[in-house]
């Protein structure tokens, strides 16, 4: 179902795909701003992009977490320090490579992860309920249509950190 092969149908295409842009970023700015209550006083945002992707991917590398969210090995080795020294994360030996270590959560890490993605939740579930049941269930499904048809992996372990958008330039979206 792909409309690339037709320049008439990527024209009326393109102007919807900026709004669909805009309003993701929009969604995303919103989110940060009502989650922010939740989030840890004194954590940067490297340190909780490290608590979410070791809560998703327990026993991950520092070296696999830098390359995930796009920072270098030296900025996650000194972030995961502060979150050892915090006893947020823990650090274990691989069982394969002794020289290698993983991150884990302590159990307090679990608990703030718990903490900041229950407002994470609220904040989406405020947002659907301006519409109604049907029209929720509609949106959702969509975006899940959307993702599937590209094989987009709907589990959440297996997303990506990149978090940097690559389509944007001088705040505009291009076509």
Same mark, same amino acid.
């Given at each position: 179902?792909?409309?690339?092969?037709?320049?008439?149908?990527?024209?009326? !295409?393109?102007?919807?795909?900026? @709004?669909?842009?805009?309003? =993701?970023?929009?969604?995303?700015? =919103?989110?940060?701003?009502?989650?922010?209550?939740?989030?840890?006083?004194?954590?940067?945002?490297?340190?909780?992009?490290?608590?979410?992707?070791?809560?998703?991917?327990?026993? #991950? !590398?520092?070296?696999?977490?830098?390359?995930?969210?796009?920072?270098?090995?030296?900025?996650?080795?000194?972030? #995961?320090?502060?979150?050892?020294?915090?006893?947020?994360?823990?650090?274990?030996?691989?069982?394969?490579?002794? @020289? #290698?270590?993983?991150?884990?959560?302590?159990?307090?890490?679990?608990?703030?992860?718990? @903490? #900041?993605?229950?407002?994470?939740?609220? !904040?989406?579930?405020?947002?659907?309920?301006?519409?109604?049941?049907?029209?929720?269930?509609?949106?959702?499904?969509?975006?899940?249509?959307?993702? !599937?048809?590209?094989?987009?992996?709907?589990?959440?372990?297996?997303?990506? =950190?990149?978090?940097?958008?690559?389509?944007?330039?001088?705040?505009?979206?291009?076509?």
């Amino acid at each position: 179902m792909s409309n690339q092969a037709d320049p008439d149908t990527a024209a009326d !295409t393109c102007p919807k795909a900026q @709004r669909f842009l805009t309003a =993701y970023f929009a969604l995303r700015s =919103y989110i940060a701003n009502q989650s922010s209550p939740n989030y840890p006083t004194g954590m940067s945002i490297n340190q909780l992009k490290t608590l979410h992707l070791v809560a998703h991917k327990p026993g #991950v !590398t520092q070296t696999s977490v830098a390359e995930r969210l796009g920072v270098t090995t030296a900025s996650i080795s000194t972030s #995961v320090r502060e979150l050892e020294a915090e006893g947020l994360i823990e650090r274990r030996a691989d069982p394969a490579d002794a @020289r #290698v270590m993983l991150l884990h959560l302590a159990p307090m890490g679990e608990q703030i992860f718990a @903490r #900041v993605f229950d407002g994470f939740t609220r !904040t989406f579930a405020e947002l659907l309920d301006t519409l109604e049941p049907d029209e929720q269930e509609l949106l959702v499904g969509l975006l899940e249509k959307v993702l !599937t048809a590209k094989q987009v992996s709907l589990d959440i372990r297996k997303l990506s =950190y990149a978090d940097r958008p690559h389509c944007m330039k001088d705040g505009a979206a291009s076509c």
